[in-house]
């Protein structure tokens, strides 16, 4: 089984606006909820039908789905390259893009300025953005129930990576690690922007 791809489907779907459920994209492919739900956990996979049917619905790449890492020509232009600043997690607390140490390769078009990308240091959220990924954070995509943001709990300096939930109206801040604490939006937290793109294999563009 593809351990990529299941994370992947769930991220794309989510990352729909407006937000998709299951059941939709279960409507669309002719199938039921519950096929779509084992398809983004991994215990089935799509049909390449499917699969083709999805991307083009998600707006991504089938290679992305599957996590084939798409290696473009040494020579290609920096120009024709979808890229965000790649930033630490403090200057992104405060969207200081300036400050970057580079330009990371990207699937989407982001304008200039409403996105950038965070290494991820833990596994908070292992299931979507992994240590060792790279989390591309939007500010001009809505922050809603199920999506997954990156905000400023409190005074903190460092910005995490949580899932937002809203239960009975209260919106908390869950990490799929129980051993991570959940926040109430409520208690001061930021949300400085939502999760809309999860980067594996890193290509980085250096800055001139």
């Known amino acids: 089984m593809n351990n990529i791809l299941a994370p992947r489907l769930r991220a794309a779907r989510e990352a729909i606006t407006p937000k998709v459920s299951q059941r939709e994209v279960a409507k669309r492919v002719g199938l039921t909820p519950a096929a779509v739900n084992l398809w983004e956990t991994g215990k089935t996979e799509p049909s390449a039908s499917n699969l083709a049917e999805l991307a083009r619905w998600y707006k991504v790449s089938t290679d992305w789905l599957l996590g084939v890492e798409v290696i473009k020509p040494a020579r290609a232009a920096e120009a024709d390259m ?7 997690p403090i200057e992104l607390a405060k969207w200081r893009l300036n400050n970057s140490q580079g330009r990371i390769q990207t699937m989407g078009d982001y304008p200039a300025g409403t996105a950038a990308a965070v290494m991820i240091t833990n596994d908070a959220l292992a299931s979507i953005c992994p240590a060792g990924s790279y989390a591309v954070i939007s500010k001009a995509h809505t922050a809603e129930p199920g999506s997954v943001v990156m905000a400023v709990i409190a005074d903190s300096k460092e910005p995490i990576l949580r899932r937002l939930v809203s239960d ?4 908390l801040l869950v990490a799929d690690d129980t051993r991570f604490q959940t926040h109430n939006v409520q208690d001061g937290a930021r949300i400085i922007g939502r999760a809309i793109e999860v980067v594996t294999h890193k290509v980085l563009i250096e800055k001139k």
């Open 168 to 171: 009975g109206g209260i919106e």
């Open 82 to 88: 979808l890229a965000v600043p790649l930033v630490a």
